[in-house]
């Protein structure tokens, strides 16, 4: 029966008919799985082709290879990733869209991390957001793009930003180095409103001075913020502990370890700005007197503090030592090196350690898992003649979630040991 054109009128048009079509992309047989699994990449390889071209930067959907649809993504042909996939459902990709992920993002930091006021909004995969960042610095956001779909959609992601948190300003900090697999230059500066890129803010208790434009990640570690806290604790049970923070930046740990009752740390970092900003954050908190920052290669310095001569033996001096280096893996060939340096520095940290004294430790490369990391730990402490007790097990902090069907979301591990000899 034909209806009458006012009845057509009331009736709402279905939601396809109010989008743009979209090219597709028919994934090869056998590629499907992972996608559905929930992993967001798409490599030029697993595709079978295109039903029409897509420009760099659109949305297209993918389906499989009996073209089942399997979701939304940004297109790239520039970048080995062709496709990273944003929805499983055809929904546009619009402000309102980025608003309600963002939203949904910002409930997991309010549950995980409930009295953070410095943290990280979004963080890529790790929410459903392939090519994004957003970092909380106070009332300060800090905008990473790292995709070509999300860089040509920074307008709408600020706009959404503004909405749900009215920051003082938002910056941008593309100055990475995966933006260029995207064919994407470097820019870095002020999109909205007006700040300093110099601000104090607070982590836990302590406050920091970060370096938004200049520092190192977008300027502080972030994922350490719940470390930080743990290892205080840790370390609180040791009063007047004489304590090391290698690797110590602008002194995340070496803070937070005076600050838990610590009678001195030293703290060495390679770069002379995060060792000034050091000491200044140590003054900042009134901590001057129990803190030493020095500009030193962590490798170099325990060297020098462990060769002994001949007829002499290395005195352990300190009650904890903290290992917290960078990445030494671009990629999986790094991994045997990057192993032979984090056997290097913890067997020379076990040399300085006393008897009953706290080891704690990071790795924050994807390629080295806690397993293997762990069993790096044992060879130096073998060649040590260490024995190890295994008091805590660390992972990054929640603002920075694991999704173990995406592995590369799971980075950073950390363990603290005791030396029971
Ligand atoms: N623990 C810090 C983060 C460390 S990131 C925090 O919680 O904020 C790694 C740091 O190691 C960087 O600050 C970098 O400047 C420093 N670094 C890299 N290689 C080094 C080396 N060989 N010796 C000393 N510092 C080094």
Not at 224 to 240: D, E, F, K, P
Not at 264 to 272: E, F
Not at 285 to 314: M, R, Y
Not at 336 to 349: M, Q, T, V
Request: hydrophobic fraction near 45%; include cysteine; aromatic fraction near 8%.
């Amino acid at each position: 029966m034909a209806s009458s054109p006012a009845a057509n009128e009331r009736r709402p048009l279905p939601v396809y008919k109010l989008m743009e079509p979209l090219a597709t992309v028919l994934l090869k047989p056998g590629e499907a799985d992972r996608v559905v699994a929930g992993h967001p990449w798409i490599y030029q390889g697993t595709i079978l082709r295109l039903t029409q071209p897509a420009l760099d930067g659109e949305v297209v959907q993918v389906k499989d290879h009996r073209q089942r649809f399997l979701g939304i993504g940004f297109f790239n042909s520039k970048s080995k990733i062709h496709v990273r996939m944003l929805a499983t459902e055809r929904v546009p990709v619009d402000e309102a869209f980025f608003e309600h992920a963002i939203r949904s993002a910002i409930a997991v930091r309010h549950k995980h991390l409930p009295n953070a006021t410095t943290f990280r909004v979004v963080n890529a995969e790790g929410d459903v957001l392939s090519g994004l960042v957003v970092d909380k610095y106070a009332d300060v956001l800090v905008l990473q793009t790292s995709s070509l779909g999300m860089d040509q959609r920074k307008t709408m992601i600020v706009a959404a930003l503004q909405r749900i948190l009215s920051p003082r300003a938002i910056l941008e900090r593309n100055d990475i180095a995966s933006r260029k697999f995207e064919g994407l230059p470097n820019a870095n500066g002020v999109l909205t409103g007006q700040c300093d890129p110099q601000l104090a803010v607070q982590l836990n208790q302590l406050q920091f001075e970060a370096d938004l434009l200049g520092g190192q990640k977008t300027g502080l570690y972030l994922d350490q913020q719940v470390n930080y806290q743990r290892v205080g604790r840790l370390l609180a049970r040791s009063q007047g502990a004489q304590v090391l923070d290698c690797f110590s930046f602008v002194g995340g740990f070496a803070l937070h370890a005076a600050q838990a009752g610590a009678a001195h740390v030293h703290a060495l970092d390679q770069s002379a700005e995060a060792v000034a900003a050091g000491v200044r954050n140590a003054a900042a908190n009134g901590l001057a007197a129990k803190c030493s920052f020095e500009a030193a290669n962590v490798f170099d310095w325990l060297k020098a503090q462990t060769i002994a001569k001949p007829n002499e033996k290395v005195i352990p001096r300190f009650d904890a030592v903290i290992l917290d280096p960078p990445s030494f893996t671009r990629n999986r060939s790094a991994v045997p090196d990057a192993l032979r340096g984090y056997k290097e520095i913890h067997l020379r940290a076990l040399k300085l350690l006393k008897t009953g004294g706290t080891l704690v430790t990071f790795c924050c490369s994807h390629h080295v898992d806690a397993a293997t990391f762990q069993d790096v730990i044992l060879a130096a402490a073998f060649d040590a003649r260490r024995l190890l007790r295994r008091v805590a097990v660390y992972t990054q902090s929640p603002d920075h979630p694991v999704i173990p069907a995406i592995p590369e979301t799971e980075y950073l591990k950390g363990f603290a040991f005791e030396a029971v000899r």
